[in-house]
């Protein structure tokens, strides 16, 4: 059996959810000791190795960027239809036969099942809706629709209750993201300047719109002096380095980490807060829970189903309600507590063998 995983942006969009995601189900299922199953991962960037295929696109993204913007409001779009049609291309070139092709990228999903009928075999093409869309504009893009988030999940079975081609599963986790090094907490502090002996750790994108930084920088502010902020992430709008200096001083600390170091900061904190309102899934929080690190998220079904415990939602939109539940909760028995809880969560719910079986089923594997 073949399988077929797609990411055009995976080695040169580093930081996106799925993207990883991608990654890690293909790392997952490589380490599966199933007799004839191969898995491939189809990306537009980085080093071609085993099993690993580059489909580089012959246009320059920037010029697709800007076109993508201005024909069909998406500056990605153009990229990933031509990555889709370049497989399309190669499967016919290379005679290959795929049983499951699997993207999380809409846009490829959609030219895929749009020329289906081009690709050699009759492969059963799965979609993982990973971002904020409507049942609407993802029921037709796939022959199985894959969802990693409960409150996407019900809207679609409301809307379509008779299509039964949704899977509700988690994003699978990745190994590289729990800290296994020698370096003690002490060592950790030092090497990342952080003066202060408890941290508050928030690891995405850093701007104001998705991952609401400005409000996590702000909150902390309100902590007294034995809190810092460590944000850790590629800067979007540098105001928000200028808003942490001027309102923690040395205390507020921004790093971008290689993905394989990342899991240091996870180490080095004592709570961690993602305070984004709309998020797919948030696979911040399932690395949080790896590390045993406790975890403040914003009040909503998808967040209460993540972490199974209610204590852990606070209302973001509130001014206050951060900084008040931190000064509240955050004794050393209560974070131990909660970071023991989410680890051994993370173990039932989330690592590869808690939904590996689901994957499986997914991807038509047996």
Known sequence: MKIAILSAGLDHRKDRGYENSSRNLFESLKKEKIQYLEVFLF????????NEIVLKSFI???????WGWKLIGDSYG??????????IIYANRKGVKFDTIYTQEPRVSKTLFRFKRLLPGKPILVY?????????????????????????YKAAVEAYPDAKKFYLIPNPASDSKKYSGNKLKKDLLEKYKVQTSKIVLSVGAIDAHIKRMDYVIQEVSKLDNSWSLVLC???????LINLGVQLLGRRFINVLLPPDEVSEVYALADIFVLSSLIEGFGNVTIEAMQNSLPVLLHKRELNEWIVEDIELLVDMTKEGALSDKIREKAS????????????LLFHTKYQWGAVKNMYLKLLEVK
């Open 43 to 50: 990306k537009g960037s980085g080093k071609q190795s085993e």
């Open 60 to 66: 320059d993204l920037n010029f697709l960027a800007k």
């Open 78 to 87: 153009l990229e990933y239809i031509l990555f889709a049609l370049q497989f």
């Open 128 to 152: 993982t809706m990973g971002i904020n869309l409507t049942p609407e504009h993802y029921i037709n893009v796939s022959d199985r629709v894959h969802l990693v988030n409960i409150e996407h």
């Open 233 to 239: 992430g590629k800067v979007y709008d540098p105001t």
């Open 332 to 343: 050393e028995e209560w974070l131990r507590e909660k970071g023991e809880n989410l680890n």
